[in-house]
């Protein structure tokens, strides 16, 4: 523990004087620290592996790509399979403050997908620092609990663009298998800021997203003048961002301190943008006692840790809001 706390001073203190070498060599120490000690049997085939692990040496690769987006066809999908272990089930359910007999729900695989989302940027040359998180579209095809030493295989390709003024979206699609069943479908759009995009042989469908973007700028909670049930407090407690990454792997921790959140234009740290959405989804199936079967979620703005949102919904649609009712997230979904 003192090992570690010593790690995240000295992280924060090569963040206030941007020494971006150290910290680069801190979050390696901290992740073998964290990592290193990952159980052997999850290694169960050649092509199954502790994603966390992976995610990691993934993740430090994509802190030295030199940002310079570049699509070519043969980089334009990826696959990978891990084993869920007990460990991660418990730290999911740490992660929600759910009781450990409770089996984890579909909301448990929206981490897992994010190793193969890494993969692709750092093939396509993207820095995970000029990334922001759009929205995101899941399909349950299967409603399972997550159970131990059970096999996910994940399937992602890179399905359309969207080209703005010195930036584009990148349109990520893709599919979750369980023990060789078909569990879910999903799109996610990510807004990659100041950057040009250069593709050869490339040929993807190119999307106006200019309504879309006016759109999260311009739209307004709505759901608390009309829904007369209570909202579901949501708290993003300051462990969150690092409770999370221990689930998903996503160590991509700038914004978990204030320090590296305002490197990133925020005022105060916050939550993982899957984070937030795995938050949203189960808190609404605790609400319902349904599964979620469809979820579409919209990032308006951060989650900052230490803050209390409210979580509104009605029968197909929810709208997450801080205490002056300004959108955080709002989406829809179906049982």
Not at 86 to 114: D, K
Not at 191 to 205: A, G, Q, T
Not at 233 to 247: D, E, F, G, W
Request: proline fraction near 4%.
């Amino acid at each position: 523990m003192l090992v570690i706390d010593f790690i995240t001073l000295s992280a924060t203190n090569a963040l206030r004087t941007k020494n971006i070498k150290a910290y680069r060599d801190l979050i390696a120490m901290t992740l073998t620290q964290k990592l290193v000690q990952a159980p052997t049997s999850l290694v169960t085939a050649p092509d199954t592996y502790d994603y966390k692990l992976a995610f990691a040496k993934k993740f430090l690769k994509n802190l030295f790509t030199r940002h310079k987006p570049k699509l070519l066809p043969e980089h334009l999908d990826v696959s990978s399979t891990i084993e869920v272990s007990p460990a991660l089930l418990q730290n999911w359910h740490e992660f929600l403050g759910l009781q450990s007999s409770l089996q984890a729900s579909a909301p448990y695989f929206l981490g897992a997908a994010l190793l193969n989302t890494i993969d692709l940027l750092n093939r396509s040359h993207i820095s995970l620092a000029k990334l922001v998180h759009l929205k995101s579209s899941v399909i349950i095809h299967k409603p399972v609990a997550v159970k131990a030493n059970a096999h996910i295989t994940t399937t992602q390709k890179i399905n359309k663009i969207q080209i703005r003024k010195n930036a584009f979206i990148l349109g990520l699609s893709g599919e979750i298998s369980i023990d060789g069943h078909l569990f879910r479908t999903h799109q996610e759009d990510f807004y990659i800021r100041n950057s040009k995009l250069i593709s050869e042989n490339v040929n993807l469908p190119v999307h106006d997203c200019s309504h879309m973007i006016r759109h999260i700028k311009s739209r307004k909670a709505q759901l608390y003048l009309s829904v007369t049930r209570p909202p579901v407090p949501v708290t993003i407690k300051k462990s969150m961002p690092l409770n999370y990454a221990h689930i998903s792997g996503d160590y991509n921790l700038f914004h978990a301190t204030k320090i590296g959140a305002k490197l990133c234009g925020q005022p105060e740290a916050f939550l993982q943008g899957t984070g937030v959405q795995s938050l949203c989804w189960q808190f609404l199936e605790n609400a319902l006692k349904k599964q979620v079967k469809n979820f579409d979620i919209i990032f308006a703005k951060p989650a900052y840790v230490g803050k209390t949102y409210a979580l509104w919904f009605d029968h197909q649609s929810f709208e997450l809001v801080d205490d002056h009712f300004t959108l955080v997230a709002f989406g829809g979904y179906s049982v």
